[in-house]
């Protein structure tokens, strides 16, 4: 099993480049950090993404995003393929300031759908019995029950990842074909049915750290001439689906209307 080297806390900040600006960064990249534990089979450490968002019926946590608040978080299952036996990750994301906090529970795939119908949190959904994994899967529960929130969209990608030798404290990671689906079911699948694209075939840059910005990251943004731009891949994935998506039979308020905040560090 592929060990846990979450970073609770740190800072993240995003770019939106072209693919020969990407390419530019991971040779940057490559002489100061390593693949991450997923990308290490290969030359350029690129591996899909699965996320299964979480979401209200009114859909206060997408509101949240595009409204700005300070405070605010996702909730989101978190896949890599379709093994039976793979574990998923039920994520609780914050921002707290400028801040991304994160909590997340390494859970076994066959009791994802009970969990996300309403099952309460228990040993027995572990992947494997850690104590900070059965207090985040306690945290989840409890946020998706106070807001009877369910399944609401399916966002998918290629990451390209890289990450510091001795303790992750410094990651890069390089997203590409970035697509979304509206997706109902506490079902987990990586199979999409029509699946709308975003973001225009750019890359996703995300600069991440845990304590101060380092100094070659300020050198590559600088050589680079990068500016920091929102891309929240679940509020743009939704934005990008018809307004007759939104407003069907889950949701019984009317469609959101799309007016964004971009920040400085987006979430």
Known sequence: MVPDRLQSR????????????????????????????FGLASDVPTY?????????????????????????FKLRARFYDDAPNSP??????RRVDRCIVKQRARVRR?????LLSGDLP??????????????????FCTLRRQLAAGPSAHVA??????TSRENNSVRLTLDRRVQCEVHRTPVLSTAFSRPTGIFA??????????????????????????????AAKYVDGLAAVT???????????????FSFKPGLLPA
Not at 15 to 37: K, S
Not at 48 to 72: E, K, M, Q, W
């Open 10 to 37: 740190r800072f993240e900040v995003k770019y939106r480049i072209d693919e020969a600006t990407a390419r530019a960064v991971r040779e940057y990249a490559r002489g100061r950090l390593e693949p991450d534990e």
């Open 48 to 72: 899909p993404v699965h996320s299964l968002y979480l979401d209200s019926a009114g859909l206060d946590l997408f509101h949240s995003t595009i409204n700005g608040d300070r405070n605010r």
């Open 88 to 93: 998923v990750y039920l994520e609780i994301k």
């Open 110 to 114: 066959e009791c994802v759908p009970d």
């Open 122 to 139: 228990a040993w027995k959904h572990l992947a494997q019995a850690d104590a900070r994994h059965y207090a985040a899967l306690l945290s």
């Open 157 to 162: 990608y290629d990451r390209e990842a890289w």
């Open 201 to 230: 075939g750019t890359v996703i840059l995300e600069l991440k750290f845990t304590n101060r910005f380092p100094v070659w990251f300020r050198e590559l943004v600088e050589h680079l001439d990068l500016q920091p731009e929102s």
């Open 243 to 257: 307004a007759p998506h939104l407003a069907s039979a889950r949701w019984s308020g009317p469609a959101p209307s």
